[in-house]
């Protein structure tokens, strides 16, 4: 499964983006999908996830509210929809894919990253 994601820009807090995580590969539909962020030094962390049916998520409390995370496995894509954007927000978004939704937040059991999109958000 090879991932990339797009959908990143420079917005004003307040505003939104959308973005795509585009998968190649027919397993796809059967990994379950997280987003994660990553400022300079520091960690990747854990944003939001997503099963492989798609029916269920979870979200970090810092985007609950403002993010959503849904898939279109058809189209092999995974989306994060951000709203009321802050400047805490501003990170490269990266996406990954999990063989096992019950280890979702767990970065060393993901199989495939993809190279990352970055999200300014000015004040």
């Known amino acids: 499964v090879q991932l990339q994601a797009s959908g990143g820009g420079l917005v004003q807090a307040g505003n939104s983006l959308r973005l795509s995580c585009a998968a190649s590969?027919?397993?796809?539909?059967?990994?379950?999908v997280g987003w994660f962020r990553q400022t300079p030094g520091n960690e990747r962390e854990f944003v939001a996830g997503i099963d492989e049916t798609g029916l269920t998520t979870y979200d970090r409390y810092f985007v609950k509210g403002r993010f959503t995370i849904s898939r279109d496995n058809a189209k092999n894509t995974v989306y994060l929809q951000m709203n009321s954007l802050k400047p805490e927000d501003t990170a490269v978004y990266i996406c990954?894919?999990?063989?096992?939704?019950?280890?979702?937040?767990?970065?060393?059991?993901?199989?495939?990253w993809g190279q990352g999109t970055l999200v300014t958000v000015s004040s």
């Open positions: 990954a894919a999990n063989p096992t939704w019950r280890y979702i937040r767990v970065v060393r059991k993901y199989d495939y």
């Open positions: 590969g027919r397993t796809f539909s059967t990994y379950s």
